[in-house]
């Protein structure tokens, strides 16, 4: 019989008859995991030569030229896309595939670029800075390679949000790359040193503890933190936001039990994911109105009330209850009348929490502004 081991014999199984197909399959796979990696490998290098100092011009021309090249190609009009080298259309090209690993080389090879990119910024803009205290030329030009760097990358996930890319690995892939430029650090004009370790831990313990009230507040007396989010476009948030819903199943009874500070728990980390794009977006539609209105103003936000991961539905409701608050100058009796009934409402149900949680509070709202 195949496939069992006899008394006696070899301790190694026989093949079945199936497993050689099996293995055939297999090294397959492999052969066609190898030949993507390295062809990958061979169209980054020759996307990087592009902005290469060898390409004869300015770096920073060429990745500006390069970030207008490969935005031009999602466009449909062949007088723009005639003017695109062939290893652009060829990166592009990669998002076409029904393969989710061929287009996953979309990102890997977009990685490497971007890194690529910030090497040669660093490297040209050490040529030619002097030795010495950083200047005010020098602090403007790290904010302009961060920029260069971010534009290139919202050019080419925009072409992701585009095909309208669901597999769950690459959104994850796209999320990082988006993270890790956004984490850069880019000091202001009146951040003059350098904070020690200590003071950096003891201010990320310090977030940790603040309620996102108190972040939220803060948010519009320190506009640098929008430096990088303010050029990244609405849908780069939005999409894998909404995309990435499915994964996520935390308690939303539970969290606002609790006030909603717990942290996701979630294979993956997409709980966390997903609440930190929402963070952005509320940063970004909090300082540009064209964005909260491209992605659909408060109805959208109305409609993450219902998430089922409570630090999305907390983080709406906050948001939402910020933007109520504005009714207080615009439509003063309106909104003392709302209060008043809210106040009268947990008085009558004896539930502190309803005026004290922006959930419930924002949740009350909406009910009370149905019954007007």
């Known amino acids: 019989m195949y496939g069992l081991v006899r008394p006696g014999r070899s301790s190694l199984p026989k093949l079945t008859q199936a497993e050689p197909s099996l293995m055939f399959s297999n090294s397959s796979s492999l052969l066609f995991l190898y030949s993507a990696h390295f062809n990958n490998i061979w169209l980054g290098d020759l996307l990087i030569s592009e902005v290469s100092e060898e390409s004869g011009g300015s770096i920073?021309?060429?990745?500006?030229?390069?970030?207008?090249?490969?935005?031009?190609?999602g466009a449909s009009d062949s007088l723009i896309t005639s003017d695109i080298p062939i290893s652009v259309h060829l990166l592009c090209g990669l998002l076409k595939s029904k393969n989710s690993v061929i287009r996953w080389g979309f990102l890997f090879i977009l990685e490497r670029l971007l890194m690529r990119s910030k090497f040669l910024l660093d490297e040209n803009e050490t040529q030619r800075s002097t030795v010495g205290s950083a200047s005010q030329d020098q602090k403007d030009t790290r904010l302009e390679k961060a920029n260069a760097v971010i534009d290139i990358m919202c050019s080419a996930l925009s072409l992701m949000a585009q095909i309208n890319e669901t597999d769950r690995l690459n959104i994850l892939k796209m999320c990082d790359i988006l993270f890790s430029q956004l984490c850069l650090k880019v000091l202001s004009t009146?951040?003059?040193?350098?904070?020690?370790?200590?003071?950096?831990?003891?201010k990320f313990d310090t977030s940790h503890r603040n309620s996102y009230k108190?972040?939220?507040?803060?948010?519009?007396?320190?506009p640098r933190y929008n430096n990088l989010v303010a050029r990244v476009p609405a849908a780069l948030f939005y999409w894998p936001l909404i995309q990435l819903a499915g994964a996520a199943t935390d308690n939303i009874a539970l969290g606002v039990a609790v006030g909603s500070k717990g942290r996701g728990?979630?294979?993956?980390?997409?709980s966390d994911i997903r609440a930190t794009l929402l963070l952005l977006l509320?940063?970004?539609?909090t300082a540009d109105t064209v964005a909260f209105q491209e992605v659909g103003g408060e109805e959208f936000f109305r409609e993450?009330?219902?998430d089922t991961d409570s630090r999305v539905a907390y983080y709406s409701s906050a948001?939402?209850?910020k933007a109520r608050k504005r009714m207080m100058t615009e439509e003063p009796e309106k909104y003392q009348n709302m209060l008043q009934k809210l106040v009268f409402k947990a008085q009558q149900s004896n539930n502190e929490k309803l005026l004290e949680n922006p959930y419930l509070q924002m949740c009350g709202i909406l009910q009370l502004s149905n019954e007007l």
């Open 319 to 321: 948001f939402l209850l």
């Open 265 to 270: 728990n979630i294979p993956g980390a997409t």
């Open 190 to 202: 009146d951040e003059e040193a350098v904070p020690s370790s200590a003071e950096r831990n003891n």
């Open 282 to 285: 509320i940063g970004k539609c």
């Open 214 to 222: 108190e972040s939220m507040d803060d948010a519009d007396t320190r």
């Open 304 to 306: 993450l009330l219902d």
């Open 60 to 73: 920073w021309l060429s990745i500006k030229d390069l970030q207008q090249k490969i935005a031009n190609c």
